[in-house]
Structure formats: C-alpha cells, structure tokens
C-alpha cells in the first residue's frame, strides 16, 4: 500500500477542531482490519472530549445506497459522522462517489477502512478521491509512539 | 499553540496564521466563495483566447437564444461546478431572469435515477421561485399551477392508489367476452431520438403548467444542472439528454448541463451533434509562463501572506492545472507547516504536499495502468480509445490540455513524481 501521513485520533480530531468542526472535510482513514474498532473508539472518545459532541458512526453494512440521505443529512444531528468499511462494498462506494455532494455539505465525514478496501475506494471513486481533505493512516493511541507531532 | 508568557505581551496564536487560509482553501466547500469574492473568472474561453469565457459565453446563448440546450464538460475538479455559478451571476444581470441551479444528487439518488428526473427536479424547483416571485408581486399563485406541483410531486415521488380488487372470472364464465392484445406493427422510419416515456411526458405536462406565469411573461428561464458527469457512464448521460432534454425543446426554457468527459472523447459526436452550444474545460496551463490563472486563485486567498512566489509556482505545477488539486496542495502545505509549528510554509512542506496528493493518484494503478503512464511519458502516445486509458483520463492520472489548437495529454505531474521507475 503506497504511504500516507500517520495520525491518531487525538491529531484527527485536534485537526477538525482547528479548522472548525462544521466545516466540511471528508477524510479516508486508514488502518489494519483488527484495529478497526478499538480506532472508532478512540476518535468517538476524542469527539466527545475535543469538540463536545457525539460521534455519530455506521458500520458500512448498515449504511443502506439508496438512503445515504438518511446518514448525511444533518438536521441537528452530529457534525462528525464516521462510516467503518471493514470490507469492500462497491455499491455503496459507488453511491458515495455518484451521490459526494451529500457529504460534502457541513461537518466532517470520516472513512475509516482497512487497506484493501482504502484502495478500492480510492481506486473505485474518483470524485471522492477528488473531494478528500486528507488521506490518513492511523492507529489505535496506544499503539502509537514515537511519530513525531 | 505558542503563548507567550510575559505580563501585557500579547499572545500569539498560530490558528489564527493559518485558520483564514485554510477556510479559503476549503476545495470542498465551495458555496460562499462566489459571494466572498474568491472565484478567479478566466478571462477567456480555455480552449480559444479569442472567445469571451465559457461562463459568458453560456449566458449570452441563453440570453439571445431561449430554449436552447448547452452543455460543458470537463475533467473532475476542473472548476465546471464553478463555470455553473459563474453563468447564473451573468445571467442575473437581468431583472427577468429565473435560474434554477441544481446539483441532482440533492435531490435525488444518482443509483437509481430514472429518465423524467432531471425535469421533476427542475420543476419543483421552480415552483418555489415561481411561487416566490409571484408573492413579491402580489399576485396570488394560480390553482392550475399549485395542481402542477402536486401532480409532479406525485409521479416524482410516487403516491398509493386505493383500488377496488376487481372480481376473480370464473373460468366457464357464460358471457365472456373476448378482449383484444395490442399487436405492434413497426414503421420504417427510425426517430432521430426515442419518444418521450409516458413518464416523461407527463412530467413535462406538469413542468409547463408550473412555468406559465413565467413564460406568460415571457421571462427568461434557464436551468442550470450539476452532477449528471458523475454517472461517467456515457449511455446512461444520453437517455437523460434523450428524454429529459428532448422534451424541453420548444418550451423556451434553457438549459445548461454538465456532461461526463468520456462524452467528449466519444466517437459517435453524440455532444457535438445534439446540443447547441458545447463548451470544455482542459486542465489549466500550469506553467506560470503561460498563465497567471492558478497564481492568481492563490493569491485571492491570502497565499502571498505564507507562501513565497517561487512555492506558489511549485504548487501551481504540480497542481497539472486542475483547480481542486491546487487548493488541496496549498491546504495540505499549509496543514504540514501548522504541523512543524512554522509560520511560513516553506519548500519543503510544499514537497510533502505533492507526495501526498501523487500517492493519492498512485494507490490502485495495476501494471497496466503504470505502463500505459510510462508510455505517455517517454513518448506522447495516450491511446485515447483504450479502456484503461480512458479510466487513466476520468480519474485524472491523466489530464488532458488544449494550446494552440491541439489536444496533448499528460501524466498528472503530482503523480509523475512518485511514479516508480520500471524494475
């Protein structure tokens, strides 16, 4: 897998915060299948503590295509949404990709995927490839060490 | 964030360096920059230096002609969403025009979109500004017109009926009658395009009805539609255009829509021969020398304030020209430099920005795909009606230019930087 910039959850949601969390951003992160949800715990934490809200998360298998109105359409709910690809799912990556203006509205839309399905999506999806503020990979916090700031 | 401590000095935070510029740069959120006075309109048509901007070009056709159906094309983050804005402020320069610009994603599932679509959108849209306008006017909305939006919002979204179960016939049924099959006998001319769909037509029925107060007053409607370039697909861009499209001619309401790119590289002139007016966006010069265009984008945001001129030049190379690519490189810059807690960006955070957008490009390439590039690279050849390499062009590995009346392609520079050597 070609290398991106590491980060942590503390970073990720450190960034979101500088920049503003109803801001839109649209980032892919990515991490080893296993340390999926221990990541998803850590970023869910961080929200909570950093920015004062709810992470509000999907597993992909929950997040129907022909309803993604349903996930990104934010009438009061969570600015920070986060979809865990533990698989590859091409149709709802392709619905991702046709449908990016639903994401890209206000707040902040974290992809969190294993590598294979990362290079899918970015492989598969070229405007959301286009749109993503930042290609990530990151790490459970206790894992990470020594990387620098 | 650095303070510093000493009593009365004044804190110095690094956000608010940095904070401004980012939000300016945001390539996705790209709403208020119209109204924040951040778009850079180009000065002329990309393709033709002689001719006006695609931008003035689309509102003049509109303007003179009404009724007519343009579209645009270009390459994915290549300013299309922004030509589209840029129109409807030209066109508003008159009091009688009524622009309704849609992104279909919003309002529908790009999955599943059906023909009939792009006009049901189109029509409640303009039902709420015909609604409007007829309010600030004092003029109470017509009953046929609210019937119109209720119907369209039927067929658009669908309804259920309450139908009464008819009786199940008995099998000797003593006065049966014999019913008769519809038996299609095929002409022999060929239409140009398909008929309209039932649905279609009825949409449109609903549609008109909807516009007549504005085309009683013979205003000047134009619907300006994004989103239909990310079906890629060709064919299914066509049944729309087809359908939706063909069942607006005549009805004095233009349009202009954008169209996937693989459609203008499409042997079958499909583009050139239905629509009136076609217009395409290369990937912009990216050499200073040539234009300033991409310098100039980056100084409206504020770039000279962090970034020196000669970073600027290097972010607006390796950027190929395509405008979404250069704001994620001076946002990613200048995301590096808040990082290393500098106040400047320098070239080197200008470098680990271009990495990070080239591995963006590289993840996925097979050895075809990286062959193909090499190929580009070493000696121009892109064969343009290969498979692999028309995927190469729509996801912008590949960027196409237009100078001096001929068409060349690229290798993305971002890209061509971290490309591997061959073994």
């Known amino acids: 897998m070609t290398e991106f910039s590491p980060t942590t959850a503390f970073r990720l949601v450190r960034r979101l915060a500088a920049i503003g969390q109803d801001k839109a951003s649209l980032y892919l992160l990515i991490c080893d299948t296993a340390a999926i949800q221990a990541v998803q715990a850590d970023i869910a934490a961080e929200v909570e503590v950093q920015l004062g809200v709810r992470l509000q998360a999907f597993a992909a298998e929950e997040v129907r295509p022909d309803k993604l109105e349903d996930v990104f359409t934010r009438d009061g709910g969570s ?71 | 964030m650095e303070t510093d401590s000493k009593p009365g000095a004044v804190a110095f935070d690094r956000r608010q360096v940095y904070r401004p510029f980012l939000e300016r740069l945001n390539p996705i959120g790209s709403q208020g920059l119209l109204a924040n006075g951040l778009i850079v309109a180009p000065e002329h048509d990309p393709r033709d230096a002689g001719q006006p901007p695609i931008h003035v070009a689309f509102a003049n056709t509109a303007e003179l002609t009404r009724g007519s159906q343009m579209a645009l094309v270009g390459g994915i983050g290549s300013g299309k969403t922004t030509e589209l804005r840029l ?60 019937a119109a939006n209720r119907t369209l919002r039927e067929l658009a979204f669908g309804k259920t009926n ?38 279609v037509a009825e949409i449109l029925d609903q549609f008109v009805r909807i516009a007549s107060p504005l085309l009683d007053d013979e205003a000047q409607i134009t619907l300006l539609v994004d989103g239909l370039d990310r079906l890629i697909k060709p064919e299914l861009f066509r049944e729309f255009a087809e359908q939706d499209l063909q069942a607006l001619k005549g009805t004095k309401v233009s349009v202009i829509i954008v169209a996937p790119l693989l459609l203008w590289y499409d042997k079958s002139r499909f583009l050139q021969d239905y629509f009136d007016l076609v217009k395409h966006i290369p990937a912009a010069a990216a050499d200073p020398q040539h234009s300033d265009f991409l310098r100039q984008i980056l100084e409206r945001r504020g770039a000279r304030d962090l970034i020196d001129g000669a970073e600027i030049t290097t972010i607006a190379k390796y950027s190929g020209g395509v405008l979404r690519d250069l704001l994620t490189l001076a946002r990613s810059s200048a995301e590096y430099a808040y990082r290393d807690d500098e106040d400047r960006i320098s070239r080197r955070h200008v470098n680990a920005a271009i990495k990070q957008l080239g591995n963006r490009y590289l993840v996925g390439l097979g050895n075809t795909h990286k062959r193909l590039l090499r190929r580009l690279s070493d000696d121009g050849g892109f064969p343009i009606e290969n498979s692999t390499a028309k995927e190469l062009l729509v996801n912008r590995q590949v960027l196409e230019y237009f100078s001096g009346g001929r068409e060349s392609f690229v290798v993305h520079p971002a890209l061509a930087k971290v490309l591997p050597k061959p073994a």
Not at chain 2, 120 to 136: F, H, N, W
């Open chain 1, 79 to 149: 600015p920070v949404t986060l979809i865990a690809l533990h698989r590859w799912i091409a149709e709802l990556v392709r619905a991702l990709d046709r449908n990016i203006v639903l994401l890209t509205g206000t707040g902040a839309v974290l992809l969190l995927a294993n590598h294979k399905a990362a290079e899918q999506t970015l492989r598969a999806a070229p405007n959301l490839r286009s749109r993503l503020t930042d290609i990530l990979t990151i790490s459970p916090d206790e894992a990470f060490r020594g990387v620098p700031a």
């Open chain 2, 87 to 146: 129109t409807e402020k030209v066109l508003n320069r008159h009091s009688d025009a009524v622009n309704v610009l849609v992104d279909l994603a919003d309002y529908t599932d790009l999955n599943e979109i059906s023909t009939g679509a792009i006009l049901a959108s189109a029509g409640m849209r303009l039902y709420s500004r015909v609604r409007l306008r007829l309010k600030k006017a004092g003029t109470e909305l017509p009953e046929a017109v609210k």
């Open chain 2, 162 to 199: 309450w139908v009464r179960q008819p009786p199940e016939p008995y099998d000797y049924e003593p006065d049966y009658e014999e019913s008769y099959v519809p038996v299609k006998v095929p002409g022999v001319m060929k239409l140009r395009f398909p008929a309209l769909r039932r649905e």
